[in-house]
């Protein structure tokens, strides 16, 4: 059974840096064509892809985005790691982890998603 | 970067109708297009992808169809738990998202 799960902060004040944790069950970061990708959705609005990891540590993210960015993963853990620096209230969102399938780049499972606050 | 519209934004249909979403490319993307149904609280469930194949578990009333630049959901008969927000995302380059389609009851 594939799961993922989110954990992380729900409030961070402005300019501070994010750090978000995904931690996955029933497949594999090591091996596989499948990964991780990071997917975002402020209240009421669209959903924005920001960044993906996968088994062969190939990493791409969002361009309007990839300067505060960083991926990474830790295979013993299960575990995916997104940090994004300089954190302003437009980046409040839900922020979801997902499973990504290499080439086709479709979305199969998602976490629950979690609730990130921007506010002084 | 490829941008994607859907249309319409929201729509109100009742319990058996056929309903058809329709999502554009800005640029030709093949057939690397994937479609999701979102309910309020809840994260995104892949439908379809590839344009036209449907994921396993999903209810054979979801179909799609397209290529190149132009796109189609379409539910044929529609049912109480189908209300919901439905996203289409192309995967030929960076993956994007389309704006959503709200449907809603009648």
């Known amino acids: 059974q594939v799961t993922l799960k989110e954990s992380g902060p729900v409030l961070v004040r402005p300019t501070e840096t994010l750090t978000l944790t995904c931690t996955v069950s029933g497949f594999s970061l090591s091996s596989g064509r499948m990964g991780v990708s990071w997917i975002r959705q402020p209240p009421g609005k669209a959903l924005e892809w920001l960044a993906h990891?996968?088994?062969?540590?190939?990493?791409s993210y969002s361009p309007s985005l990839k300067s505060r960015l960083t991926i990474s993963k830790d295979t013993s853990k299960s575990q995916v790691v997104l940090t994004m620096t300089n954190m302003d209230p437009v980046d409040t969102a839900t922020y979801y982890c997902?499973?990504?399938?290499?080439?086709?780049?479709?979305?199969?499972?998602w976490g629950q998603g979690t609730l990130v606050t921007v506010s002084s | 970067d490829i941008q994607m519209t859907q249309s319409p934004s929201s729509l109100s249909a009742s319990v058996g109708d056929r309903v058809t979403i329709t999502c554009r490319a800005s640029?030709?993307?093949?057939?690397?297009l994937n479609w999701y149904q979102q309910k309020p609280g809840k994260a995104p469930n892949l439908l379809i992808h590839t344009s036209s194949t449907l994921q396993s578990g999903v209810p054979s009333r979801f179909s799609g169809s397209g290529s190149g630049t132009h796109f189609t959901l379409t539910i044929s008969s529609l049912q109480a738990e189908d209300f919901a927000t439905y996203f289409c995302?192309?995967?030929?380059?960076?993956?994007?998202f389309g704006q959503g389609t709200k449907v809603e009851i009648k």
């Open positions: 990891i996968f088994s062969d540590d190939e990493k």
């Open positions: 997902a499973r990504i399938i290499q080439f086709s780049d479709y979305f199969d499972y």
């Open positions: 640029e030709s993307i093949s057939n690397y």
């Open positions: 995302q192309q995967s030929y380059s960076k993956p994007a």
